[in-house]
T-cell receptor, first 112, second 114 residues
Framework: DAEITQSPRHKITETGRQVTLACHQT?????MFWYRQDLGHGLRLIHY???????NKGEVSDGYSVSRSNTEDLPLTLESAASSQTSVYFC???????????FGPGTRLTVT | GQSLEQPSEVTAVEGAIVQINCTYQ??????LSWYQQHDGGAPTFLSY????GLEETGRFSSFLSRSDSYGYLLLQELQMKDSASYFC???????????????FGSGTQLTVLP
């Protein structure tokens, strides 16, 4: 069955370190998204991609970057982790009408 | 930009009916979606309304009134497993093609009591 995987599922890092969160999908979807989820804020879009070599900034992109070298993967990099980036991060894909997105299991990141 | 408002918490008893409202303010509108998220889990798609009216899927129904910028999710015959957060979402009007950039509401925590 097609799926979305994220790794690691939990990560603790120190302020200032570079961190990369992985997202891998086997849906063969062109569209991929990264969200962060914080209490009281729902899901907020960080970056998204419409296909290979395409990346775009979302609502809360400062301090984050992504790259898309193939269809399956969209890694999210925190260039210099900050305590404000402590959050749960979700990767999602879509390729269907009707706004249906498929979400990965999430990565809980703590920046100390 | 877009903003969506939904109640932060709703409580109901098993077997009851509950309605979760969502009002939105957007610069364009292409439909209202609903997602469910259990504690510690990933959001999962429930429904999508592009046109006014009621869409029914089993025990869940979703309603949209574009003239009122309002929608709701109706859950019938509540079960304990329906305890979760429910998010409404609208598509960014600047998004194009098949990509669906969504703006989510802050979510409604539904607690179902025995």
């Amino acid at each position: 069955d097609a799926e979305i995987t994220q790794s690691p599922r939990h990560k603790i890092t120190e302020t200032g370190r570079q961190v990369t969160l992985a997202c891998h999908q086997t849906w063969n979807h062109n569209n991929m998204f990264w969200y962060r989820q914080d209490l009281g804020h729902g899901l907020r879009l960080i970056h998204y991609s419409y296909g290979v070599q395409d990346t775009n900034k979302g609502e809360v992109s400062d301090g984050y970057s992504v790259s898309r070298s193939n269809t399956e993967d969209l890694p999210l990099t925190l260039e210099s982790a900050a305590s404000s980036q402590t959050s749960v991060y979700f990767c999602a894909t879509s390729d269907k009408p009707g706004d249906e997105q498929y979400f990965g299991p999430g990565t809980r990141l703590t920046v100390t | 930009g877009q903003s969506l408002e939904q109640p932060s918490e709703v409580t109901a008893v098993e077997g009851a009916i509950v309605q979760i409202n969502c009002t939105y303010q957007t610069s364009g509108f292409y439909g209202l979606s609903w997602y469910q998220q259990h504690d510690g889990g990933a959001p999962t798609f429930l429904s999508y309304n592009a046109l006014d009216g009621l869409e029914e899927t089993g025990r869940f129904s979703s309603f949209l009134s574009r003239s009122d910028s309002y929608g709701y999710l109706l859950l019938q015959e509540l079960q304990m497993k329906d305890s979760a957060s429910y998010f409404c979402a609208v598509r960014d009007p600047l998004s194009s093609g098949s990509a669906r950039q969504l703006t989510f509401g802050s979510g409604t925590q539904l607690t179902v009591l025995p």
